[in-house]
């Protein structure tokens, strides 16, 4: 936090934070005032996370491509005008939902853009990476605990449109510290390489593509995580979002369902805590050992635990969330060559994200086949599972902390099973 530049991207990543953390409390109470119910809420938050998983792999390329913070204010600015579209939508009245999916899509769109620069400017920033990635993280988890009540707070002295106002606000925040970001220059051996003129950009593109693709599938450790964590998202994490929510109100009240949130998020700024103080030497085996506590999380609202044994399992499953977090985007940003860091980023974030609505959609299926309960505590048995599919994978257990910004990529075999110590 001394550093300049540091405290810049800080700023810019917890106040943009804390603007998406209000938008979902805007959006459903928007729509819901306007006469439409939760399937259209559904719907709206679909078209966006679809447009978001749709693009992010193009967002890499440009990330890598071009300059990585041109590309993250240029999204930053197109967010500010679909945030304000949407508040005019909403201040008018005139509220149509096809234009609300719309206008979620193309705020999709920019933030699949945003995304994958993150990954790269952190290490150009950072002399601790793992420090870094902490700390962002922290910061972020907070404003998980405070954007609900912030949009809470405004929607009932404005209105859902007043939320999308400020919500357009945090994005001009974080475009004018991107701004006002100095960025030190790419040594020649991490620029991307010129493409030659022949073939057009077209075919340049596709073998940007092509290549972060071959960055991404060469390294055993990053694939084999994509791989569990995809079956994570459809059997645990997807089901049980929505499963828990409907379980929780039903049985314990809405204010309940608030509380045992506010913990999570209250877990998830310990787990960044955590993570700026542990430095394992491999990190990876720590984060997965961490997330044999996601678990606990779907099942206790599964085995019907009293409202203080939930609230303790999410503050259990946030703290496992927020350092495997950390020790996953550190491994990522300093085992991938930097000139390849956005697009490998933009693939792992595709394959992760992707299965998260497929989870979700079975979430009503599964619970009316074989009951929520039943569902919610197979979720927790499936999570457990695949913390031990990534503890067995040799390539993910065993792939040694790689200290400092910058390293030789030729120190480091591709498998995780190299020389970087």
Not at 88 to 95: A, I, K, N, R, T
Not at 363 to 376: K, N, R, T, Y
Request: with cysteine.
């Amino acid at each position: 936090m001394r550093s300049r530049e540091f405290g810049l991207f800080f700023v810019a990543r917890a106040i943009a934070r804390l603007g998406d953390m209000m938008a979902p409390v805007a959006l459903a109470a928007g729509l819901i005032m306007h006469g439409y119910g939760a399937g259209a809420v559904g719907l709206a938050m679909a078209s966006m996370t679809a447009c978001f998983a749709g693009f992010v792999i193009f967002g890499g390329v440009f990330a890598d491509r071009f300059n990585a913070r041109a590309v993250m204010i240029g999204a930053d600015v197109a967010r500010i005008g679909t945030q304000l579209a949407m508040a005019g939508l909403f201040l008018s009245g005139g509220v149509v939902l096809w234009q609300v999916c719309a206008l979620s899509a193309l705020n999709g769109i920019a933030a699949a853009m945003f995304q994958p620069g993150v990954a790269g400017v952190i290490p150009r920033i950072a002399d601790d990476v793992q420090g870094a990635n902490a700390s962002i993280r922290t910061a972020e988890s907070a404003m998980t605990l405070a954007g609900p009540a912030a949009a809470g707070a405004l929607v009932g002295l404005t209105s859902p449109g007043g939320v999308y106002a400020a919500h357009a606000g945090t994005y001009a925040v974080s475009a004018l510290c991107l701004a006002l970001l100095r960025l030190p220059p790419r040594p020649a051996d991490d620029a991307p390489p010129a493409r030659l003129a022949r073939g057009g950009r077209g075919r340049a593109f596709r073998a940007d593509l092509a290549e972060g693709w071959r960055e991404f599938s060469s390294r055993t450790w990053m694939w084999a995580v994509i791989a569990v964590w995809m079956v994570f998202m459809i059997g645990s994490w997807g089901p049980t979002v929505p499963l828990l929510a409907a379980e929780v109100v039903k049985e314990y009240g809405a204010g309940a369902y608030g509380l045992v949130n506010s913990v999570m998020g209250a877990g998830m700024v310990v787990g960044g805590l955590v993570a700026m103080r542990l430095r394992p030497a491999h990190p990876l085996r720590a984060g997965s050992v961490a997330m044999l506590g996601f678990g606990a999380q779907p099942a206790a609202v599964g085995l019907a635990l009293p409202v203080p044994a939930i609230a303790g399992a999410m503050a259990v499953s946030g703290a496992a969330l927020a350092f495997w977090g950390v020790m996953w985007a550190t491994s990522v940003q300093t085992q991938v060559p930097p000139a390849a860091l956005s697009r490998v980023n933009a693939y792992e974030i595709a394959g992760s994200v992707a299965m998260l609505p497929v989870g979700n959609a079975l979430a009503g299926p599964a619970s009316g086949a074989f009951g929520a309960h039943e569902v919610l505590v197979f979720n927790g048995v499936l999570a457990l599972l695949a913390a031990g599919a990534l503890l067995s994978v040799p390539a993910i257990r065993n792939l040694r902390r790689a200290d400092g910004v910058r390293r030789d990529p030729r120190m480091t075999d591709r498998s995780g099973e190299g020389k970087t110590g």
